[in-house]
């Protein structure tokens, strides 16, 4: 059994900000941080746009980016959120840099901020076009510096453990991918930092290791999950058939003045937008899930002949190669690109303290729902979000701490990883993620989710019937986390398309009773 006083569950961006916070202000506290492969491996490293955060007075205020993410959102963030995040991202922004993070400056030594979709301003601070890769890269040196930090990697969180009303955290059964044993990890308080669910739907921006277990082990301890039906798709993946996942084309891109055309060459964005190429990603996206339904084509291109190629190749390098390395020279040749679930706007609800209903379990990062997002994340806003949240965590965790006691011993049976048919599981998963898009994709209708739901529900016996008994292993643990989310989407979705036709309906009788 591990004890420590803060068990950690996650090694992207959330995860290690809290835990800098933590380490630097309590040399005393001993920090325990899980990662379910390389400690590396995260969405956070992938991330390619930047972070949006205000910082020339003169031109943009807080008050627009506050209403660029309230618009985004369709009205249904969380103001006083929007607004607390908004007004404290320069001085996450500054402490990112003193932990050694490094964003592009222009000429002049002032900071070079990009446009994205959804900004009035150019304000995404940015790291060539591999922001994520620096972050993760820079966190998880400077956390060298703390001997009270131990990250343990390839050790996967399968369950908390809670009292039986589900009211304290006493931390997680945690299988260890090397020598397959199952462990115990105790804490005073745990944190869920375990990132997206990317992996439900079989096209994805997300790496393989974005299988939601955060929510779907939340979901089993009883906390309460929200707006799961708010799956972002991202507009500009990088269309190769049967890629998974997909490489991203950064909405940097289109800020950057890249266009989107169909086969014919023609823009169509206008026709949905007046903002056209620079509206939100839900719009595009189902702009060009429209376009595809009419044309039976499986992607539609972007066009970036007509920009600065050196400029280009010193914003996006890391773009620039990738086309050039799958065949396509992007100063002559247009890239497919087509929409991939990218972000998972909903998750384990959270106050502003970043507080789950359990008192002593926190959550941060994109497992989490805190009310920013509401139903479309403003691009570049999540990064932001999450080293916010995990500053507020952290700093309601110094403050309470001291009145949370380590769990005394728990007992577990002896139990070891088992050898589990993966080609099977693999079959399983693959119908999960392909009904996941058919279903319940960019569009979501209720006769498609309800088919879903259906079978959804069969698929749950199916696993439950093969691989009953079977003791944890992580492809199996993987499946049934993607199975609990999937169904969470799926449930949620429909309860939304209720809820808001009751209120169209109610709306609509109050109009006439008046
Ligand atoms: C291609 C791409 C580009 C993006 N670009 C941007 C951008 O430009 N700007 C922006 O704001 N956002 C961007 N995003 C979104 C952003 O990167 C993520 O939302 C953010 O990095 C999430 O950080 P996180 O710390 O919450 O989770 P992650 O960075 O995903 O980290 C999750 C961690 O949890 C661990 N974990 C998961 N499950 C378990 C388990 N069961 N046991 C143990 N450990 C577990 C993983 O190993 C990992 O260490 C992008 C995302 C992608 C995929």
């Known amino acids: 059994m591990h004890k420590s006083d803060i068990l950690i569950i996650g090694s992207g961006i959330a995860g290690l900000s809290f835990a800098l916070h933590i380490a630097k202000e309590r040399p005393d506290l001993s920090i325990c941080i899980l990662a379910k492969a390389d400690k590396a491996e995260s969405n956070t490293r992938y991330a390619q746009g930047g972070i949006a955060v205000v910082l020339n007075k003169l031109t943009d205020s807080f008050q627009q980016h506050i209403d660029d993410t309230l618009k985004a959102g369709g009205g249904l963030c969380n103001k006083s959120v929007v607004e607390m995040v908004v007004k404290k991202a320069p001085e996450r922004l500054k402490e990112l840099i003193e932990w050694g993070v490094e964003f592009d400056k222009k000429e002049n030594g002032k900071f070079s901020a990009g446009l994205e979709g959804g900004h009035s301003q150019a304000r995404i601070l940015h790291h060539q076009d591999t922001t994520g890769l620096e972050i993760e890269k820079k966190l998880l ?25 589900h009211s304290v955290c006493y931390g997680a059964t945690v299988l260890n991918q090397k020598d397959h044993t199952i462990d115990i990890f105790t804490s005073r308080v745990t944190i869920l930092a375990t990132g997206g669910s990317g992996q439900v739907y079989k096209t994805t921006t997300n790496p393989t290791v974005s299988t939601g277990d955060g929510v779907a082990m939340a979901y089993r301890a009883n906390v309460a999950i929200e707006n799961m039906q708010f799956i972002q798709f991202h507009p500009t993946a990088f269309y190769q058939k049967g890629q998974s996942p997909s490489f991203l084309i950064s909405e940097a891109v289109r800020g950057f003045g890249a266009t989107l055309v169909n086969k014919k060459g023609q823009r169509f964005l206008f026709d949905y937008d007046t903002r056209g190429e620079l509206a939100t990603r839900d719009i595009i996206s189902e702009a060009i899930y429209t376009e595809l339904k009419k044309s039976g084509e499986e992607h539609v291109f972007m066009d970036c002949r007509h920009l600065d190629l050196t400029n280009f190749k010193t914003h996006f390098p890391n773009i620039y190669s990738y086309c050039l390395k799958v065949g396509i020279d992007i100063s002559n040749d247009w890239i497919p690109v087509a929409p991939a679930a990218h972000y998972q706007c909903g998750g384990i609800a959270v106050n502003k303290k970043a507080q789950t209903s359990i008192p002593n379990l926190y959550a941060c990062g994109e497992c989490s729902c805190s009310g920013l997002h509401g139903s479309n994340r403003l691009a570049s806003n999540s990064l932001l979000e999450a080293v916010v949240f995990a500053n507020e965590a952290g700093l309601h965790v110094l403050q309470t701490i001291d009145t949370f006691e380590q769990p005394t011993n728990f007992e577990i049976e002896s139990v070891r990883e088992q050898t589990v048919d993966s080609k099977r599981i693999n079959e399983i998963k693959n119908e999960i993620q392909t009904l996941m898009i058919q279903k319940a994709g960019i569009v979501k209708i209720q006769t498609n989710l309800q088919e879903a739901r259906q079978r959804l529900i069969k698929i749950e016996n199916i696993i439950f019937s093969e691989f009953k008994g079977n003791a944890p292993h992580t492809d199996l643990w993987e499946l049934k986390n993607l199975l609990a989310v999937a169904k969470l989407i799926v449930s949620q979705s429909l309860q939304y398309i209720t809820k808001k036709e009751t209120l169209t ?3 609509k009788q109050l109009y006439h009773s008046l």
């Open 141 to 165: 040196l400077y956390s060298r510096q703390f001997p009270n930090v131990k990250i343990f990697q390839h050790h996967f969180a399968l369950d908390l453990i809670t009292d039986t009303n």
């Open 505 to 507: 309906k109610h709306n």
